[in-house]
């Protein structure tokens, strides 16, 4: 933003020529008037940070892409740091390289409980939408999984443990079953659609994209509704100083109401989405939208129930992803969410 009108008066003055200027201004006041026109049209200097994301722009971020979309950071500039696995994402964090970041809850518990000084302070996505899908003709229900192969994303990750905890959740015999590692969300979503395997744990986009080729047989978060996914994360020593305060509130009204925009107006969103990832089809935007919403997955309330914590410090023990359960109350701050709700007020939603 540029302000003229506190010196209008000057730059009429000096306008004519420069023979006012040299008649009736001394050296010292042209020098004074020179720096005044340059304060005058130099923009305002605006807040700039740097934040951490796992792997490559996706729907988990559309709150803070249409936040961006709409111009509500203002004069907050993000630049944004996409590096493979939560685990990079806390290194980057916790060296300084970047001043918050989004990063997986399992990665998190694991660095708190290893001493790392940091704190959560917000999720734009705080339970994930991941469905468990069965190929056509496979079978159609939790109990179908008996005997099936199922493509993990690896030993220990939440694809590969997620199955396990409902099958054991509906005595199947987890131990008749086959679990191979095959990658991330596309690429398990091919091995089932090929035949390689028969089962697996996706996320809704991939959900989308399969839509067809699988039966979804069921939603892990209407199966485990207090299991977090991702938590906004900062060092503890910034939540010292003042201008990251303010900053950190910013990004959290702003992508607070981002997130109840995606929920009131899922069409626009969609587009948002597409706009900034042009490799997914609008139509899967859309599906993948309605599917988020009709699961109330955003952050509409800024994403930090300190239940959702507890479980989850909870299951991570049992599944010995880390070896205590972690309280929620050594890394979970709400101020900057408790503010918001306050501004915005809340946003009443059945979980």
């Not at 989004?102 to 917000?122: D, F, R, S, W, Y």
């Amino acid at each position: 933003m540029v302000k003229f009108s506190s010196v209008a008066f000057v730059f009429e003055a000096v306008s004519m020529r420069g023979r006012f200027c040299h008649k009736f201004l001394s050296s010292g006041q042209i020098a004074l008037v020179a720096g005044l026109l340059i304060c005058a049209v130099s923009p305002l200097r605006a807040e700039t940070i740097k934040m951490g994301f796992t792997g490559s722009p996706t729907s988990l971020s559309l709150p803070f892409f249409v936040a961006q979309k709409k111009g509500w950071l203002g004069d907050l500039e993000v630049e944004e740091v996409y590096v493979t696995g939560d685990s990079n994402a806390m290194r980057i964090l916790v060296s300084g390289n970047v001043d918050i970041a989004t990063i997986g809850a399992v990665n998190v518990l694991a660095a708190v409980e290893a001493g790392a000084k940091i704190k959560a302070i917000g999720s734009w996505q705080p339970i994930a939408d991941y469905s468990l899908v069965i190929a056509n003709g496979k079978g159609s229900t939790i109990a179908d999984l008996a005997g099936k192969i199922i493509a993990t994303s690896g030993p220990g990750g939440m694809p590969d443990q997620l199955p396990r905890m409902l099958m054991r959740r509906y005595n199947v015999d987890e131990t008749a079953s086959r679990f191979i590692q095959v990658g991330g969300h596309s690429a398990r979503l091919q091995a089932v659609v090929g035949g390689r395997a028969d089962a697996t744990i996706i996320n809704f986009v991939a959900t989308s994209m399969g839509a067809g080729s699988v039966t979804v047989a069921a939603s892990l978060a209407k199966e485990f509704p207090k299991l977090a996914y991702v938590w906004n994360v900062v060092r503890e020593e910034s939540l010292a100083d003042p201008r990251m305060i303010k900053i950190y509130q910013k990004l959290t009204d702003v992508t607070v109401r981002g997130a109840r925009f995606i929920m009131e107006s899922p069409d626009e969103a969609a587009q948002i989405l597409h706009d900034r990832v042009p490799d997914l089809p609008l139509e899967i935007c859309k599906q993948t939208i309605l599917l988020m919403n009709k699961d109330n997955l955003w952050g509409v309330d800024g994403g930090l129930d300190p239940e959702i914590a507890k479980f989850t410090a909870v299951i991570n023990k049992e599944l010995g992803a880390t070896k205590t359960e972690v309280s929620a109350d050594s890394f979970i701050d709400t101020r900057f969410t408790d503010n918001a709700l306050k501004t915005l007020g809340p946003m009443k939603l059945d979980r």
